[in-house]
């Protein structure tokens, strides 16, 4: 039986402390881990870039899911696959030619995803789900972690998982923002097969019970 893969987000730890981080996520038996990149021009805030992905690579074997949330991407995604990302993910009303940026990363023989952002609308995404290996949706404005679950955006949920079934396409279906214990149910039911965690599990009393308990069987 297939089950919700779990993908604890770096954003929510100790900046100061990366690679114990991955460390961590490992031991807590998650999947994946998902790394949250912000240039504070397509989103306000800034972390880190292809130098962080890097040297996680050097610390860990997990599948680096990197969440690109930067203008232009089209420029950056082949730094981030030879950087040792596994799938890198972005934002395509951020970028002046998606298809060029989704033709570079799997040119480096990486997984490709493409995002629609909490305020957007389908056809943001619509053009590429024929050549996409995940659909990220967002269910919280992308930016920042711990904020609060949109619990509306489940209705586009279903929609790219009509889709999908419908058309026979291959993309995976990732929720990323407010996801917990405690919304999991709903979201694998609406079509979710990754789910990306920040302050669910690296600020829950026992990270290892919260990874655990989203990991659900996909009927
Ligand atoms: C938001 C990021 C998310 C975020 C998730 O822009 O893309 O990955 O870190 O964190 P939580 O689960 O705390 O909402
Ligand atoms: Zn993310």
């Not at 900046?15 to 981080?21: I, S, V």
């Not at 957007?120 to 679950?149: C, H, N, R, W």
Request: include cysteine.
């Amino acid at each position: 039986m297939n089950k919700v893969k779990v993908a604890p987000s770096i954003l929510s730890a100790d900046f100061g402390k990366m690679a114990e981080a991955v460390a961590n996520i490992k031991e807590w038996g998650a999947d994946w881990v998902h790394c949250d990149v912000m240039d504070g021009v397509y989103v306000p805030n800034i972390t880190f870039g292809m130098p962080m992905v890097k040297a996680l690579r050097g610390y860990t074997d997990m599948f680096l899911d990197v969440h690109l949330m930067i203008t232009e991407p089209e420029k950056h995604v082949g730094a981030f696959c030879d950087s040792g990302a596994d799938m890198v993910t972005f934002h395509p009303d951020a970028s002046k030619n998606p298809q060029l940026a989704i033709d570079i990363i799997k040119s480096k023989g990486k997984l490709c995803g493409v995002v629609l952002n909490a305020d957007q609308p389908f056809e943001i995404i619509e053009p590429y789900l024929d050549k996409v290996d995940m659909v990220l949706i967002m269910t919280v404005q992308a930016g920042f972690g711990g904020q609060s679950f949109m619990a509306e955006r489940l209705d586009m949920v279903k929609r790219v998982k009509d889709i999908k079934d419908k058309m026979g396409y291959k993309y995976l279906i990732q929720l990323d923002g407010g996801i917990s214990p405690s919304n999991v149910q709903l979201c694998k039911e609406a079509g979710m097969e990754i789910a990306v965690a920040g302050n669910s599990v690296f600020k829950a009393n026992n990270p290892t019970v919260s990874v655990q308990s989203m990991q659900i069987e996909i009927g």
